[in-house]
């Protein structure tokens, strides 16, 4: 079966400092993994994808995220944040073995950059 | 750039109430998806559909849930009888049929019911 855990409900970081938003995956076959991130009265914004290759995926507004297939983790990391940064960010999976389609979300989390 | 358009924003009804919940996906886009997200938890799978059948469910969307394509561009989804449980943003979201594409998702129908 496939779940995904993003183990911090909230995570706060200062204005310019890095940020890290932590995300582990459980799937029977080779994962899809997803990053989405939802402003407030929002839908769901798609920031980044891993399908293969390269372990460091680049996505929009500066995101970058860090496949580690060893510790079944797929980290959202951006180098300094903005304050803009704050809001929630789902990590989400498809498992390619299961051919279907849907995704796999986490929880999520809460970020809020301080000034 | 296009986007996933859902109407209407916010719906309120009654138990036992039908309820129709639209969504208009990306012009080129052929897969269609429903989810929904109760207040304060994750977002959940609840329907796919393809080639106008639907293509993968979960054991959320039982027999008051129902999804159409009536015209070229709409993608709808009704609740027969809707109860308190099925309070909830319901986001719709449409990809294109590559091996991994991206599933691009609408602001979503937050659906109170009372």
């Known amino acids: 079966a496939q779940s995904v855990a993003q183990p911090e409900d909230q995570v706060n970081v200062a204005e310019g400092n890095p940020l890290t938003v932590k995300c582990t995956y459980s799937v029977s076959g080779n994962p899809y993994l997803f990053w989405y991130v939802q402003y407030p009265n929002r839908g769901l914004q798609f920031l980044l994808k891993y399908i293969t290759g390269d372990n460091l995926v680049k996505g929009s507004y500066g995101f970058e995220a860090e496949f580690n297939k060893s510790q079944t983790s797929f980290h959202l990391k951006k180098p300094s944040a903005l304050v803009s940064d704050s809001a929630l960010y789902f990590c989400a999976v498809r498992d390619l073995q299961t051919g279907a389609n849907n995704l796999f979300f986490g929880t999520g989390t809460r970020l809020t950059v301080i000034p | 750039e296009p986007e996933v358009t859902q109407t209407p924003s916010h719906q309120v009804t009654q138990m036992g109430q039908e309820v129709i919940l639209r969504c208009v996906p990306i012009?080129?886009?052929?897969?269609f998806y429903w989810y929904r997200q109760i207040l304060g938890q994750k977002v959940e799978f609840l329907v796919s559909f393809y080639n106008n059948e639907i293509s993968e469910k979960s054991e959320i969307f039982d027999d008051q849930f129902s999804v159409e394509r009536p015209d070229g561009s709409n993608f709808t989804l009704k609740i027969r009888s809707t109860k308190l449980e099925d309070s909830a943003m319901y986001f719709c979201?449409?990809?294109?049929?590559?091996?991994?594409?991206?599933?691009?998702f609408g602001p979503g129908t937050r659906l109170l019911v009372l």
């Open positions: 012009s080129n886009h052929l897969y």
């Open positions: 979201a449409s990809s294109g049929t590559g091996v991994v594409e991206t599933q691009y």
